[in-house]
């Protein structure tokens, strides 16, 4: 819910119907307008409807949703954009002050990467070292880097020269907001924990075994 200045000086109170969609579906346009009515029906407001689609098919464009049943005619159509429109040319987006631009990128990155783990770590390292060039807020940051870790995974060697050169990025920079050996360290210590607990049920279980045999 946001309130808006009309270009006539009125102020309003709309909502924003988001779709974010990385896959192809058959209805997605029906959808759409299915989410538009029910949420105009809830609410009695204003809805602006707007899809985002990530996915790789750039035929697929579903724009708007038509229907006519005995000249009972519907015709609804929404803004979209098409993120795979940015491969063309993605420096406007590593050049944007906008954080928002380095997921785009990082999401990008992570279909032009798929079984390329190198390039992969190349263009992550790319992603966060934008994100602290630009002083992005320390929360905000943090936040933004969850998603990106979680799009452009490594696999555990990759992951662990990434960490070394994101700590370097951190001391030039003078802010250690995040990394992903807060995450590593998070996962090595459950595994230490589970591993523990795994030890810990053998002797249990030995001792129980001893105790048994003692009795027969």
Known sequence: ????????????????????????????????????YRIRDKYNRRVVSLAVLGDDNPEWLPKSFEEDTLGCKVEFSYPMIKLDGFLQNLTPLAESNNPVACLILAHLLAMQTTSKPVQRQRGKLRVVRLLYERGVDSQVLRRLYRVIDWLLELPPDLELSFREELRKI???????????????????????????????????????????????
């Open 170 to 216: 951190e001391e030039i920079h003078k802010m250690p907001y995040i990394t992903s050996v807060e995450r590593l360290a998070r996962e090595e210590g459950l595994e230490q924990g589970l591993e523990e607990g795994r030890e810990k049920g053998r002797q249990e279980g030995r001792q129980e075994g001893r105790q048994e045999g003692r009795q027969e």
């Open 1 to 36: 819910l946001v309130e808006v200045r009309l270009l006539s000086g009125e102020t309003k109170w709309i909502l924003i119907h988001l779709e974010i969609q990385n896959q192809w579906i058959k209805d997605f346009a029906e959808r759409m307008f299915v989410y538009f």
